[in-house]
């Protein structure tokens, strides 16, 4: 159980174009999604928290002009890249709560990340 | 705001012996939680290990074990008897407790490259 799909697992696209992206809990409900950016051998950042229903709440620095997120059901939430640059290239990781928590440490599902290329 | 740092880009040990991955902290929450994260690379996260700061006694999971000392804010990660399919990319992970308003999201440390040499 616990599985977290994100779609697609690898794009490429012209600089200008937008991209979107999916991240869908397969086997639970989750209230809450994150949508995390890693670049060539750093960290995970977090960029966004995605709550069903509700706004997204970005971290400081990241554009919410730029990644639009939708989190428009229990199981869907989506990261749209707008007017995409070569230096938005990365890859982007997604994770799920379940909701109401999982346990006392309300464990975050990891999907296996989607790698975007621009031209 | 918190902070992980992990301060060992890069770590080597022969397969089976012992390894130990550091990790510290800064934080002004008196609860919270501790992750470790492995990323091989396929780059799919994968929790090895976690750790709720109440609780004193450090968590144990198979070849995986943690040294949590809370008055240090250090949270180190031992992997015993290591092996091949260990070798990967490790992230020690902050997270504050479930308020109930919402989970937080991680926060994580620059993450440790674990080579195991046959």
């Known amino acids: 159980g616990a599985v977290v799909s994100q779609h697609p697992s690898w794009v490429i696209c012209k600089s200008g174009t937008s991209v979107k992206i999916e991240c869908r809990s397969l086997?639970?409900?989750?209230?809450?999604m994150f949508w995390y950016r890693q670049f060539p051998k750093q960290s995970l950042m977090l960029m966004a928290t995605s709550n069903e229903g509700s706004k997204a709440t970005y971290e400081q620095g990241v554009e919410k002009d730029k990644f639009l997120i939708n989190h428009a059901s229990l199981t869907l939430s989506t990261l749209t890249v707008t007017s995409a640059h070569p230096e938005d290239s990365s890859f982007y990781i997604c994770?799920?709560?379940?909701?109401?928590?999982?346990?006392?440490?309300?464990?975050?599902?990891f999907g296996p990340g989607t790698r975007l290329t621009v031209l | 705001a918190q902070t992980v740092t992990q301060s060992q880009p890069e770590m080597s040990v022969q397969e089976a012996e012992t390894v130990t991955l550091s990790c510290t902290y800064d934080?002004?929450?008196?609860?919270?939680?501790l992750f470790w994260y492995k990323q091989p690379p396929s780059r799919q996260m994968i929790l090895v290990i976690r750790q709720e700061a109440y609780k004193q006694q450090n968590a144990t999971e198979n070849r995986f074990s943690v040294n949590f000392q809370k008055a240090a804010k250090s949270f180190s990660l031992k992997i015993s008897d290591s092996q091949l399919g260990d070798a990967a990319m490790y992230f020690c992970?902050?997270?504050?407790?479930?308020?109930?308003?919402?989970?937080?999201?991680?926060?994580f440390g620059k993450g440790t490259h674990l080579i195991i040499q046959p």
């Open positions: 934080t002004s929450e008196s609860d919270y939680y």
């Open positions: 086997d639970f409900q989750a209230t809450t």
């Open positions: 994770s799920a709560s379940p909701s109401g928590g999982a346990g006392p440490y309300n464990e975050q599902f």
């Open positions: 992970a902050y997270r504050s407790p479930y308020s109930g308003g919402g989970a937080d999201g991680l926060t």
